[in-house]
T-cell receptor, first 115, second 114 residues
Framework: EAQVTQNPRYLITVTGKKLTVTCSQNMNHEYMSWYRQDPGLGLRQIYYSMNVEVTDKGDVPEGYKVSRKEKRNFPLILESPSPNQTSLYFC??????????????FGNGTRLTVT | AQKITQTQPGMFVQEKEAVTLDCTYDTSDPSYGLFWYKQPSSGEMIFLIYQGSYDQQNATEGRYSLNFQKARKSANLVISASQLGDSAMYFCAMREGWSNQFYFGTGTSLTVIP
């Protein structure tokens, strides 16, 4: 089944404790992206990647890191989480290369709470 | 400037009635795609319907249709014969051809009343 898999679904952590949210897709998509969703603000892009070893900042990159060592994986790293990073996070992927008719495929989301 | 604007934070509709969710967009790229997603209370994002900038006809997918008015830069989602299961958050999104970037609106929360 074609899908984007992100883990964990729920995560409660404390301020400053490094964490990684994993994301993997099996559709051979070049484009992958991370979003955070907060009430009233919609989805805001954190980082995106157009291919292996190519990553770029989105609208709200501060406090986050990503890497794209393999095409299928795009982990999100919070080196020192803070309470303002409490949010619902989505990983998504799609076809690259001018295919503006290709929708984003989303993972099921990770609800992160930082205390 | 906002790329995608959804001006209705919340909407109510009677079961079996039709409802229109508004979406306006802003781009100077002649090639773009417009998407609608549904997010039920369980949280996942479900792709509903797509409209391309060069499409001559409005997109339809079952009970979902898109009222695409290119000159007005609007792409409103129409849900016909609303069902209780349509209660959810709905997001409008645009993908620009030149940048390949996606832009999302702030969403509209739809509640279907029995």
């Amino acid at each position: 089944e074609a899908q984007v898999t992100q883990n964990p679904r729920y995560l409660i952590t404390v301020t400053g404790k490094k964490l990684t949210v994993t994301c993997s897709q099996n559709m051979n998509h070049e484009y992958m992206s991370w979003y955070r969703q907060d009430p009233g603000l919609g989805l805001r892009q954190i980082y995106y990647s157009m291919n292996v070893e190519v990553t770029d900042k989105g609208d709200v990159p501060e406090g986050y890191k990503v890497s794209r060592k393999e095409k299928r994986n795009f982990p999100l790293i919070l080196e020192s989480p803070s309470p303002n990073q409490t949010s619902l996070y989505f990983c998504a992927s799609t076809v690259q290369g001018g295919a503006y008719n290709s929708p984003l495929h989303f993972g099921n989301g990770t609800r992160l709470t930082v205390t | 400037a906002q790329k995608i604007t959804q001006t209705q934070p919340g909407m109510f509709v009677q079961e079996k009635e039709a409802v229109t969710l508004d979406c306006t967009y802003d781009t100077s790229d002649p090639s773009y795609g417009l998407f609608w997603y549904k997010q039920p209370s369980s949280g996942e994002m479900i792709f509903l319907i797509y409209q391309g900038s060069y499409d001559q006809q409005n997109a339809t997918e079952g009970r979902y249709s898109l009222n695409f008015q290119k000159a007005r830069k609007s792409a409103n989602l129409v849900i016909s014969a609303s069902q209780l299961g349509d209660s959810a958050m709905y997001f409008c999104a645009m993908r620009e051809g030149w940048s390949n970037q996606f832009y999302f609106g702030t969403g509209t929360s739809l509640t279907v009343i029995p």
